[in-house]
C-alpha cells in the first residue's frame, strides 16, 4: 500500500473544518480534564514526620462539583492523609517556604473549604441553610481574585484573643491568598513566600488573610515586601481590601472590619503570626475531646488514624459524578457605592 503526503491546504473545505473542529474539541476536553481530574502534585515533605522529599500527592474526588456531597480526599505515599493535619506547614523551612493548599482557584465562585470537622478534613463546598455556597461578584471582580486556600497545621484558636484586635481566632486554619500568574488547581499544594498580612475581623473574629506568592512563579525573586507588591502588581492590595470588605455585602451582610486600620503587615510580623498558631494547632493536636476532627498520622497526635478506616468513610461517599449546573444567578455583577 503507497502513501502519498498532503498538505493541510491541499484538503477540500468542508474537510479542513472537520479537522479544526477536531482539534479545538480535544483541546477543550484536555482543559477540562486538566481543571476536574486529580492529577499528582509535588511537594517538600521534610518536616511532615512522613516519608521521602519530593512525594506526591494525589486527590481523589467524590460527589459532583458544586453539590454539597462533593468531597476532595487527598492521598500522600502510605495512602489517604488529612490536608490539615498531615501535610507540613513547611516546604522549606530554612528559608521559610510555606505549603499553601488550595481550595478556591482565582477567577470561580464556589466556596471552598477544609471540612475540620469531618473525618480526613477533605475539601467541600461550604453551604448557607443547606444549599452550596458561591459568592457574589461585585464589580469590577470576577470571583475570588487570587488563588485563595490555607496553611497546614495552622489553627486560629477560637479560645485566645489576639491582642492587637481584640477578638479571638476564627476556629480555622490561617487563610492565604496566591497573587501569582498561575490559576492553580483546587486541591494543589503550592509552596509559597510569604508577603505580609491583613487582620479581617469577620463578625467579631480575627481572620489572618496572609499575602504570599508561589515560588515557582516568574516574579517571585522581586516580590519580598507590599511595596514590591504595588509596584510589580499595581492596585491589587487595594482591591484585595475592598474586596475582603464588601464580598458579604449582597447577601446583606454589613462591610467588614480590619485590625491596624486595614494596614497590611510586613512578612516579618506575618511569619510570627504563622508561628503563633502552629502551637495552637499543636495544642489541638493534644486535646482528648476536641471539637474539630484531629484524626491524623501525627504520631504525637491523641487522635491517630488507620488507613482501613479513613477507605471505609470515602467508600462510603458518593461515587464522582458529572459537576452540577452552577446556579444562572452566581453570573450577575453586583454595584457598590464606595
Not at 505515599?77 to 522549606?92: K, N, R, T, V, W
Not at 492590595?237 to 447577601?251: C, N, V
Amino acid at each position: 500500500m503507497r502513501y502519498s503526503k498532503v498538505s493541510f491546504d491541499d484538503l477540500p473545505e468542508h474537510a479542513r473544518k472537520m479537522i479544526f473542529y477536531l482539534v479545538l474539541s480535544l483541546s477543550a476536553i484536555s482543559l477540562f480534564r486538566s481543571l476536574t481530574t486529580a492529577t499528582p502534585l509535588r511537594v517538600n515533605q521534610s518536616s511532615a514526620g512522613m516519608s521521602g522529599d519530593g512525594s506526591q500527592y494525589t486527590l481523589e474526588e467524590r460527589g459532583s462539583l458544586y453539590t454539597l456531597d462533593y468531597r476532595i480526599y487527598f492521598k500522600g505515599p502510605q495512602g489517604y492523609i488529612s490536608p490539615f493535619h498531615d501535610i507540613p506547614l513547611f516546604a522549606d523551612e530554612a528559608n521559610k517556604v510555606y505549603n499553601m493548599i488550595v481550595e478556591i482557584p482565582r477567577w470561580t465562585n464556589a466556596k471552598m473549604e477544609i471540612a475540620t470537622k469531618d473525618p480526613l478534613n477533605p475539601i467541600k463546598q461550604d453551604e448557607k441553610k443547606g444549599v452550596a455556597r458561591f459568592v457574589h461578584n461585585i464589580f469590577p471582580h470576577r470571583g475570588y481574585i487570587w488563588n485563595y486556600g490555607a496553611l497546614p497545621q495552622t489553627w486560629e484558636d477560637p479560645n485566645h484573643i489576639v491582642p492587637d484586635t481584640g477578638a479571638k481566632g476564627d476556629n480555622d486554619p490561617i487563610d492565604v491568598i496566591e497573587i501569582g500568574s498561575q490559576v492553580r488547581q483546587r486541591g494543589a499544594v503550592v509552596p509559597v513566600k510569604l508577603i505580609g498580612t491583613l487582620a479581617l475581623l469577620d463578625e467579631g473574629e480575627t481572620d489572618w488573610k496572609l499575602v504570599t506568592i508561589a515560588v515557582d512563579d516568574p516574579l517571585a525573586a522581586q516580590i519580598n515586601n507590599t511595596a514590591d507588591v504595588e509596584t510589580h502588581f499595581p492596585g491589587l492590595l487595594k482591591a484585595t481590601f475592598e474586596w475582603f470588605k464588601h464580598y458579604k455585602i449582597p447577601a446583606g451582610k454589613p462591610a467588614n472590619e480590619f485590625g491596624y486600620n486595614g494596614e497590611y503587615k510586613e512578612a516579618d510580623f506575618a511569619h510570627k503570626v504563622i508561628a503563633d498558631t502552629h502551637e495552637y494547632w499543636k495544642a489541638l493536636m493534644k486535646e482528648t475531646s476536641p471539637e474539630l476532627n484531629t484524626q491524623s498520622l501525627q504520631p504525637n497526635a491523641v487522635h491517630q488514624a488507620t488507613q482501613e478506616s479513613w477507605a471505609a468513610e470515602v467508600n462510603r461517599q458518593p461515587a464522582h459524578g458529572d459537576a452540577a449546573k452552577i446556579p444562572q444567578e452566581v453570573d450577575k455583577w453586583h454595584f457598590i457605592q464606595f
